[in-house]
């Protein structure tokens, strides 16, 4: 679609527009502006979603899109229908209408092995009455499927599956995956109609961070990024469906129409051709991962290196499709009621398997949360043996109907935790038990209480033993006072044995007593000790992430870290002085501000201070001189490549400083995904730079 020549055209306009723009004037007619900042939009965003190569800046690309929406305010005549602000949409979908697909969706045989590959090959060569087949075979994507139908040019429908019959109108949700073209040049082909499919997905990292936000929120996470894709679609407010970040491969044409007197080009003589044209066209289709041989044995070969290469890919595969290239063949071979008789798909290894739920483990967490974690038969799934399960609350039992003795459907996807996905009902046999929630801690026995719209159970006794393990393993762990050799099982070892109860206790270990137990050589003693030394002089934000107060993770830590030269300072501060921090709203800081006026923790903090823990804000021990000395940086919105706490770690290790808000003091603001107010702050400032997550990695860089 876009040749070099076109791309540097594109990018001198861009440079125009934004100079353009600096000075306050059109290009020359609020048509000609209207046109250059639709191409340079439209072009970005290819570069952007499909390419995954953008070539301006976000704030750049935000400058030129809010020209473009205000000219179109001040000139309603001249909007078109394709222009990229018509995705933004206004008010929620009522209801999804129903709508009839132009081809039915047929669902694809499946097979799991060479020899299932080697019988459909030889099944269709004998129908084809040929000694070999040309194949091209792609990923299965492992998302929601959707069809598009493109009009003159224009996309006039998304739909969803449904029943392959019909689907939901979803074009709303559809316009809102900024790598799905608003408008596409079939006309140059001289195809008039075309009804495409694909796959809609969230990849890896952004399905994460998504979960983690939800885990942080207490929400149980959603299971894989197939459902928090497809849910997604169906979401009845089209700007939430904007903030998901989903993405979009088309890799079907089922169906189309030519302008009148025109016959087919060559380009769609063929399944791989036509996905070259989809990519021509701007869309983003297999047409890099796709690959084109003859005979199965060469599929077989590629389809078994591509699993080796699933966990590698920044969005969730489940298998091969393989499909005749030829549509020729393709239309002589047919189809049965079910499924074309010209494509399979190849599953790769399950990542579900079986087991039975035994019982149900009721686990206190340092904040007195209770959780009920599934013990099911160990099963082997995706090279990992899974026994234990998370179930995160008493609703998510309730609502997968799950009960001892149940057989339950296991899947662990990638990287994502394991989860139940649900009981199979049909095997019950009325033996099956309900699971109890405990009224009382299973480890202190207090009574267990569940705030008013929250959805877990805690103990609130914050000297249950549990909660004191879990507070010491906190304390210990990598990203608070990080002490190395230390280690879940070395507190639990110690607590045991009644020589550690505390987390100062840390500080006063008997060695004498330590040595002597199995396992505890010289040099892992000496370990031991060395790093408990070190860990006195860590600075104050991870002292305050590890002492496990409620609500505060390690941004927060570092916030209150920043905002004090002692830790002590905080007894003093009042509820509306933390308010005052960055970020903290009144239930984080309500919760500081019980820590802080506690007796037990004061004096922790004092037995603390005397075993030499460092308690100071010490800022100054920082590198004078880095490359970013004397800059200031703030992070905003989520970041999808680094963690936020590392980020700024990166900032300081090289002389810069995080402050706490958008003034003139700061220099750089790092924007990560939903940015909201503070973006919109920082754009009011001319001195302050605006940097992408990728522009940030890039300056850092040594
Ligand atoms: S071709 C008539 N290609 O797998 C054949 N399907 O059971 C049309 N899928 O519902 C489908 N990746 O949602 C095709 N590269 C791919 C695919 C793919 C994923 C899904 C699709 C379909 C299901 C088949």
Not at 423 to 433: A, H
Request: aromatic share 8%.
């Amino acid at each position: 679609m876009y040749t070099k020549e076109i791309e540097r055209t594109l990018a001198q306009l861009a440079k125009d527009l934004l100079s353009h723009l600096q000075q306050q004037r059109l290009l020359h007619s609020v048509d000609e502006t209207l046109e250059a900042l639709r191409r340079v939009i439209v072009y970005n965003d290819w570069r952007y979603y499909v390419q995954s190569e953008p070539v301006i800046s976000d704030y750049e690309y935000d400058q030129l899109f809010a020209w473009l929406k205000k000219l179109e305010v001040e000139n309603p005549h001249l909007v078109s229908a394709d222009s990229p602000t018509q995705r933004v949409a206004q008010g929620l979908t009522k209801e999804f209408i129903t709508v009839q697909h132009l081809v039915p969706m047929l669902s694809l045989e499946n097979s799991y092995n060479a020899d299932d590959l080697i019988d459909w090959d030889r099944k269709a060569r004998e129908s084809a009455g040929l000694p070999e087949i040309e194949y091209c075979i792609e990923p299965k994507f492992d998302g929601a499927s959707i069809s598009l139908i493109y009009e003159d040019d224009r996309l006039v429908r998304g739909a969803t599956r449904g029943d392959g019959i019909a689907g939901e109108d979803i074009t709303t949700n559809i316009k809102q995956i900024r790598s799905i073209p608003l408008s596409a040049s079939f006309s140059k082909y001289g195809i008039h109609q075309i009804e495409i499919r694909g796959e809609v997905l969230i990849n890896k990292n952004t399905f994460k961070a998504f979960n983690d936000k939800r885990i942080a929120e207490n929400q149980p996470p959603l299971a894989n990024p197939r459902n928090a894709a497809s849910g997604s679609l169906r979401m009845v407010d089209p700007n939430e469906v904007a903030k998901r970040g989903l993405e979009a491969f088309l890799y079907h044409m089922s169906y189309h129409v030519m302008d009148t007197g025109k016959t087919e080009p060559a380009e769609i003589q063929t399944h791989s051709g036509t996905l070259d044209l989809l990519s021509t066209l701007g869309f983003r289709s297999p047409a890099k991962e796709k690959k084109v041989v003859k005979g199965i044995q060469a599929v077989i070969d590629y389809c078994l290196w591509f699993e080796t290469e699933r966990d590698n890919l920044p969005y969730e595969i489940d298998g091969m499709v393989i499909k005749v290239n030829d549509y020729a063949l393709q239309d002589k071979l047919g189809m049965t009621t079910h499924h074309p008789r010209w494509a399979i798909a190849y599953k790769f290894k399950a990542r579900q398997a079986t087991s039975k739920l035994r019982h149900v483990e009721f686990q206190v967490g340092r904040t007195g949360s209770v959780t009920p974690v599934a013990k099911i038969d160990p099963v082997h799934i995706g090279g990992v043996t899974v026994s234990s399960i998370s179930l995160f609350n008493e609703d998510v039992i309730r609502e997968k109907d799950l009960k001892l003795g149940d057989t339950v459907l296991v899947e662990r996807a990638g990287d994502v935790i394991p989860y139940i996905v649900k009981s199979v009902d049909d095997l019950r046999n009325g033996t099956e038990q309900p699971i109890v929630f405990p009224t009382h801690c299973p480890v202190c026995s207090d009574q267990l209480v569940k705030p008013e719209g929250e959805s877990v159970w805690r103990c609130t006794n914050i000297n249950c033993e549990a909660q004191v393990v879990e507070r010491m393993i906190h304390f210990v762990s990598k990203d608070a006072m990080d002490i190395k050799s230390f280690g879940e099982s070395n507190v639990r070892k110690f607590f045991s044995l009644g020589l550690l109860k505390d987390i100062p206790g840390i500080y006063e270990l008997d060695f004498d007593k330590i040595g002597q137990l199995e396992g505890f050589g010289k040099k892992s003693l000496t370990n031991l000790q060395t790093a408990i030394e070190q860990s006195k002089t860590q600075p104050l934000h991870r002292l305050i992430f590890g002492l496990g107060i409620r609500y505060v993770g390690e941004t927060t830590a570092k916030t209150l870290a920043n905002a004090v030269s002692h830790i002590m300072d905080l007894q003093t501060w009042t509820e509306e002085q933390i308010l005052t921090l960055e970020d903290i709203g009144p239930k984080v800081a309500g919760s500081i501000r019980l820590f802080f006026a506690n007796h037990d923790n004061i004096e922790m903090l004092n037995r603390l201070a005397a075993l030499g823990i460092n308690m100071a804000n010490t800022q100054s021990s920082l590198p004078v001189s880095g490359n970013l000395t004397g800059q200031t940086f703030l992070f905003t919105g989520t970041l999808t490549k680094l963690k936020r706490s590392d980020a700024e770690e990166m900032v300081e290790q090289q002389g810069g400083k995080i402050v706490s808000g958008v003034s003139s003091k700061l220099n750089f603001l790092v924007v990560g995904e939903e940015a909201g107010s503070k973006l919109e702050k920082a754009k009011k400032i001319n001195t302050i730079k605006i940097l992408s997550e990728d522009d940030f990695l890039a300056m850092i860089q040594p």
